[in-house]
């Protein structure tokens, strides 16, 4: 423990700005405002290793901010957190329980703290930077394999999607970004899948690609797109075009139909999928068009025929990541009609509540640049998701892509309808 760590404990009352100034003097000394307790332990007792763990400043400030601290005492807690922000800190570092400074704080109950809300605006631009460094390709420090192999750095075991875990061939040299997402998706494309009762998982590692408990978010996924049938003053559209990508279970597509839509698309990819697609009979039904193959190229070609314009679109795929969500968004203004809905499953970083506020912030003002507003609605989901319950919907499926109590529901329309 240093100095600057002792500080973070607060041991002292009330806080006051004392403490802002004492922080400001170990930074501007050259104390990193990413020096862990871990560093401070090895250079206390002569120890050459890299520590494996990172406790950080932020981390105990988030731990020891006093449950009783009035609202002065907040303020300046605040602008610790900020400072610390100025001098470099690291939003999602983890320490030795893998929790990052904003987990600590879920934990504790404190995520209503202004704290809370800066962590995630930190999280939201530290991706918006990592964005521009790979656009770019911009060499800025000297290493810069982190930031092309991981997005999100130091988040261990961050899950975006529903992504599969299948194993990579390894290599030297840099991804490209897109070919490696492209490579991704053609190793699930490659992989068996199998339907099991409520789910439908991959043949080897039993990873879940769509699972039963997640029909009542499908319910609303396919709600919202029928919202986008309305025109104005509640006159309904002539012709109702609904898409959807991903077929998965087909539970969405199932509720889509019911639903007798004018032209009912479902873009999908996987044989095996396809084959489930064909034996159920959704090739027979007359409203129904497949699109076989990745949507990136199908949806392309039905942007360029102009045959179709949609009033709902919903996206819900495996093994893809946010990065082709972006893409995809390019594609969703070319097809929506101008009243048209898109919504999508929210599954991005949902391993881990405060990464999936950060990608709910993120995905709002992405959508918002293509002038698309997206409103979230807050949903419980079901308790068998979380895995401190003694049965859980994972007990199947080698690894869970969800653990957080609350579904944000997304629904976007063109700004100003
Ligand atoms: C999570 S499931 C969809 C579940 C669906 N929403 C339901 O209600 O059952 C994901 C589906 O997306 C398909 N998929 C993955 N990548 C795709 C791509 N690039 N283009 C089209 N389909 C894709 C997968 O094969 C899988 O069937």
Redesign the pocket.
């Known amino acids: 423990m240093s100095d600057l760590h002792d500080l973070c404990r607060f041991a002292e009352r009330p806080i006051t700005s004392k403490y802002v100034d004492q922080l400001n003097f170990y930074l501007r000394s050259g104390i990193p405002a990413t020096y862990t307790i871990e560093e401070a332990y090895n250079y206390t007792n002569d120890i050459a290793a890299e520590p494996t763990t990172t406790t950080t400043p932020l981390h105990l400030i988030c731990t020891h901010v006093p449950e009783n601290a009035t609202a002065e005492e907040l303020k300046v807690v605040d602008t610790m957190v900020q400072t610390l922000f100025e001098y470099g800190a690291g939003w999602c570092l983890s320490d030795v329980n893998n929790d990052t400074p904003g987990c600590i704080l879920i934990k504790r109950k404190l995520n209503h703290l202004n704290i809370y809300t800066q962590i995630v605006d930190s999280g939201v631009r530290a991706e918006l930077l990592l964005r521009k460094v790979g656009e770019f390709d911009m060499e800025i420090i000297e290493d810069t394999d982190d930031l092309d192999h991981d997005r999100f750095g130091e988040v261990p075991e961050l899950v975006e999607e529903?992504a599969e875990q299948i194993e990579q061939p390894k290599s030297d040299e840099k991804p490209d970004p897109e070919e490696s997402n492209k490579s991704n998706?053609q190793s699930?494309?490659n992989t068996k899948?199998e339907y099991v009762d409520n789910a439908?998982i991959t043949k080897d590692r039993k990873d879940g690609?769509?699972m039963a408990w997640?029909t009542d978010l499908?319910r609303l996924?396919c709600e919202s797109l029928f919202k986008g049938s309305i025109i104005e003053d509640n006159e309904e559209d002539s012709e109702i075009n609904i898409l959807?990508?991903?077929?998965?279970?087909?539970?969405?597509?199932t509720m889509i139909n019911e639903k007798n839509p004018t032209k009912h698309y479902i873009?999908?990819?996987?044989p095996d999928?396809l084959a489930k697609l064909k034996a159920d009979g959704w090739y027979d039904k007359k409203n129904v068009v497949i699109l076989e193959?990745?949507?990136?190229e199908?949806l392309d070609k039905l942007l360029s025929s102009g045959e179709v314009y949609f009033n709902g679109i919903?996206y819900?795929?495996?093994?893809?990541h946010y990065s082709?969500m972006l893409e995809l968004f390019d594609y969703v203004v070319g097809l929506l009609k101008p009243y048209g809905v898109f919504s999508f499953?929210n599954g991005l970083g949902a391993d881990r509540q405060v990464v999936y506020e950060v990608y709910k912030k993120l995905s709002e003002l992405d959508l918002a640049n293509y002038g698309l507003q997206c409103t979230f609605t807050s949903v419980e989901v079901p308790k068998e998701t979380l895995q401190e319950n003694d049965k859980s919907v994972w007990d199947d499926v080698k690894r869970s892509y969800w653990s957080c109590p609350v579904y944000y529901h997304p629904e976007a329309r063109f700004i100003d309808l």
Request: hydrophobic content about 40%; aromatic content about 16%.
């Open positions: 529903k998706q699930y494309l899948l439908l690609v769509m997640e499908m996924g959807n990508i991903g077929f998965g279970m087909g539970i969405i597509d873009c999908e990819a996987h999928v193959g990745r949507w990136q199908q919903y819900d795929t495996f093994s893809e082709d499953f």
